[in-house]
């Protein structure tokens, strides 16, 4: 079955950095395009990055210059470098990958991993 084990979430305080991991398990990882999305309590879902099967990245304007989405094709996992970091960016961050096969959408998801900044 089709598994996406996230890691490296922590306490972290403001200006820090973290790098989160997806690893994937269960599909053809290159072919699927990949993104981070994070939950902030009491908010809803919003997307933070994404990358497409070619490489291509994209996000959202509040992380835009301090995180970095990657991808490791022959590793299955992808990544999200994160930098100077504030107490704004405190939600639990799930990693996603997604296609369209035949017309239809496929996507998955990981369980969350729990990224708090403080001081």
């Known amino acids: 079955q089709v598994q996406l084990v996230e890691s490296g979430g922590d306490l972290v305080q403001p200006g820090g950095s973290l790098r989160l991991a997806c690893g994937v398990s269960?599909?053809?990882?290159?072919?699927?395009?990949v993104g981070w999305y994070r939950q902030a309590p009491g908010k809803q879902r919003e997307s933070v990055a994404n990358m497409t099967a070619r490489g291509n990245d994209d996000y959202t304007d509040d992380v835009k210059g301090r995180f970095t989405i990657s991808r490791d094709n022959a590793a299955n996992t992808f990544y999200l470098q994160m930098a100077s970091l504030k107490p704004g960016d405190t939600a639990v961050y799930y990693c996603?990958?997604?296609?369209?096969?035949?017309?239809?959408?496929?996507?998955?998801w990981g369980q969350g991993t729990q990224v708090t900044v403080s001081s």
């Open positions: 996603n990958v997604n296609r369209i096969l035949a017309g239809m959408y496929f996507e998955y």
């Open positions: 269960g599909v053809t990882f290159r072919i699927y395009d």
